[in-house]
Structures are given as C-alpha cells and as structure tokens.
C-alpha cells in the first residue's frame, strides 16, 4: 500500500471533463455496482475523443511546416508530413493529425502576409476559433504580422506561444566566423573572443524580446527552437509549457502525441496514465469483461487488450516509433530492443493477456488510491464492494504492473539512445 504523502499523480477525477466529473460521482454515490461500470466505460470512451487542435503560423518560410514535423517525431520525407521547402509551399491550412493519437491535430497554416494572403483578412480565412492555442513562428525577427496576430489572438481570449526556430542555422553562421580552436578570427566589440553557444543564444532571445518589446508586446517568453534538433534549445521547455498551461483534461491527449524527449516526460505520461488505472479498473466492475480462469466468465480480454498496446504506443514500444528512434540517433535497432523487457504492441494478444491476468490474481493493491479517488465519494457498499472485487483488483495490478513496465523500458531506451 501507498504511505501517506507518496505522489499519487494528478488530482483524482482531474483528467475527467467536469460535466461527466459530475455525472460519475453521481453513480458512485447511488452506489450500483452495474452502473457505475458502465458510467465509467462511457466516461473512459468520451476521453478517448478529447480533442486537440493546435495552430502553427507565422511569416512564410518561418519553419512552420518543419515544426508540425518536428512536434509529430517525423522527419522530412516520413510517410504523412507537412511539406517543407524554400520556396512558398503552404496555401490553406493543412491538417495534420498524429499518427497514432488522432485527435491531437496540428494545423499547419500559411504563411502571413504574402500576395495571396493579406494581413486584415487572414484570421478569418484561417477560422481561428477553431484552435486550442497558437504557436507564432519566426526564424529571424518578429515582424508587425506576428505582433498584430498575437494581439488578435490574446483579443480571441486564446494563448499564444513565440517560437524563434532555426537557432542551430544561427549557431552554424556565428561559428563560421571563428576558428577551429574556437577564437574570433576578426576581433569585434560585439562578440565574445572565444565561441560560446549560451551567449550567442542570450543574444538571440535578448534581440527577440526587444523586438517585441518595441513591438508594444507585455513581456512574451520566446523559445529557441531547431526543428531539426527536437531534444535539444528550448524544444523540451516549449512541450513541457503548453502542457502544463492546458486545461487539465486535455494534458493526457497531448502527452500522449508527445515524443519520450526526456525522462521528465515519460514520468509525466506515467503519472497521468496511472491516474486512469482506478477509471478502468471500476470499468471492470460488474460486467464481467475480465476473463480470469477460476473466476470464468466468457467476456473476451478485447479492452485489456486495447489498453495494453496503447499503453506500449504511448511509451513507443512498437515497431515504428522504434524505428523513428533507431534512424535519429543511428542506432541499430537490436540495441534498443535489447534494453526492452515488456512486449511490443504488436506481440500483446488475449491469450498474453490471460496469463498476466492469472499472475496478477491476489496481487497487491494498491488500495491508497482506492481510498483516495474512490471512497470519499462512494456510497459505503460500494466502496467495500470495489475493494473486495477480483475483477477490481485483478484489472487493478495488471494494469499497474503493466505501466510500470514499459515507463521503466521507455526509460532505458531514451538512456540507450542518447549514450
Ligand atoms: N537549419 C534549419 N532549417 C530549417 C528549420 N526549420 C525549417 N528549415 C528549413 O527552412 C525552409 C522552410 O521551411 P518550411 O518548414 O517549409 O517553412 P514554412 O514556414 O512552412 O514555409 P511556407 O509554408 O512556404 O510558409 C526549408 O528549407 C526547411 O528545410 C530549422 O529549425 N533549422
Ligand atoms: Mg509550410
């Protein structure tokens, strides 16, 4: 059992919309076993459907589309993504779900303040009410055409996040002008005698803030960003902030299109992800959907089943997201694979799912969290009932177990990857 005081993720019912938030403790409150199952595996399906839409804009040939790439783990060339190129390539707002979350789109729109598109009427055209957020991009200054929609967007009542891309492009033209024991070839009051990246990315985003200081922005943070370097600048930062400055049902939709950039991450998805174990484990109540042997029902293990390999796509432990990995970091795949102990997605069956049903039988629980998300609010029966209930518990372990599993292998693959 959990102690007091041990992190036991995100606030209970938190990653619930508050409407259905209402209408699930209602259930417990009655205290129908049947019910509440079933309460919960609608609440469980309207969360599979939260939906996210992100808008990327800025001037033409800013990185937009490289960043819609970039944010979705592809490269160029990968099989659904945004073209990119130096000539203007993006005429209408394309649409970009994630391959394997789809309901997180990114919107990759075109550029500002070309012939075809002008500067008064682009909002509109681009139907900005649609947007959860806006990422404005630009790869040297912020012009009036970023600073007038960034007011228009905050008049919306939407966030806005600057992003100053290409910086590795920046780094690369700075370094040329020193040698290779990194001196200043020509002496300058302006640069540093010796190349230092940090100062030369301080300059970058001193500059950007003056810009849009001058601008008459409030102070905006901006991130520096490579579209081509996705763990590295501020890339990580920028995920991390729209995360936590989204509404808190829609966190998990987004962390789960996130790339396991940085252990911080993955303990993200594994704390909201174990925030649900309690939902599905109540989804098992009273249905009978888990078919342990000795506690027989007929029930096909067809959720469990689906929850597992989610749980291994979410942590890329399958065999496209290990490839992706495999290609960035030129690494040979049976290195990676090596490092894995759970089974891929592809490998999880009903009858994988039976023996670890059997083997979680009688498994410790972890009943702090019963007590935690469930009790203060069920009716006495049912909270004795949950407690005492195999399908509870049974579904319980394994899906924690399980959890713990692959967060733990998608941990030593980012370490084998970045070694
Ligand atoms: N070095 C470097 N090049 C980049 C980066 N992001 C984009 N590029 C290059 O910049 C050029 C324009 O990139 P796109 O992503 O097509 O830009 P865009 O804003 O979508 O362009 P339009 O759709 O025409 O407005 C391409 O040649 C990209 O390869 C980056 O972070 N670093
Ligand atoms: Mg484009």
């Not at 790439?69 to 990968?78: K, S, V, Y």
């Not at 925030?275 to 888990?290: E, M, T, Y």
Request: charged share 25%; hydrophobic share 35%.
């Amino acid at each position: 059992m959990a102690g007091a005081g041990e992190n036991l993720g995100p606030e209970p019912f938190s990653s619930i919309p508050p409407e259905q938030q209402e209408e699930l403790k209602a259930a417990l409150r009655k205290g129908n076993l049947e019910a509440v199952a079933s309460k919960t595996r609608e609440v469980l399906g309207n969360l599979d459907k939260v939906g996210l839409n992100i808008a990327v804009t800025g001037i033409a040939g800013s990185g937009k589309s490289s960043f819609v790439n970039a944010m979705h783990g592809l490269d160029d060339g990968d099989k659904d993504t945004a073209s990119t190129g130096v000539t203007e390539t993006t005429f209408k707002p394309a649409c970009f779900p994630h391959s394997q979350n789809p309901n997180v789109i990114i919107w990759d729109l075109p550029g500002i303040g070309t012939p075809t598109l002008r500067a008064d009427t682009y909002l509109q055209q681009m139907q900005f009410d649609r947007y959860d957020f806006f990422i404005i991009i630009s790869c040297t200054r912020f012009t009036e055409y970023d600073i007038k929609l960034a007011r228009e967007i905050q008049g919306l009542g939407k966030r806005f996040y600057f992003v100053r891309a290409k910086v590795d492009q920046d780094l690369d033209n700075e370094r040329r002008l020193y040698d290779q024991s990194g001196c200043l070839k020509k002496p300058s009051a302006s640069r540093p005698p010796q190349y230092d990246e940090a100062v030369i990315l301080k300059n970058i985003r001193d500059n950007c803030n003056g810009n849009l200081e001058t601008g008459g922005m409030d102070f905006q943070q901006v991130f520096l960003v490579s579209n081509w370097y996705i763990n590295e600048y501020d890339f990580p930062r920028l995920q991390e902030t729209l995360l936590h400055e989204l509404p808190s049902h829609k966190r998990l939709t987004f962390l789960r299109s996130l790339s396991n950039l940085s252990k911080e991450t993955l303990k993200e998805k594994k704390n909201y992800l174990m925030d649900q174990v309690w939902l599905k484990s109540l989804a098992s109540l009273g249905a009978s959907v888990v078919p342990v042997p000795g506690f027989a029902t007929e029930r096909s293990a067809v959720l469990l089943v689906t929850s597992l390999k989610l749980y291994c796509q979410d942590f890329g432990l399958d065999k496209d997201s290990l490839d992706g990995i495999a290609r960035r970091t030129n690494k040979p795949i049976e290195e990676l694979r090596a490092v894995i102990k759970s089974p891929l997605a592809h490998e999880i069956t009903e009858d994988l799912v039976i023996k670890l049903l059997s083997e979680a039988v009688g498994g410790a629980v972890n009943y702090a969290l019963v007590f935690k998300n469930i009790l203060p609010i069920a009716c006495p029966v049912i909270g004795s009932a949950v407690s005492g209930t195999v399908s509870y518990n049974t579904t319980y372990t394994l899906l924690e177990g399980f959890l713990n599993d692959v967060a733990d292998d998608a941990t030593r693959v980012l370490e084998k990857a970045s070694k």
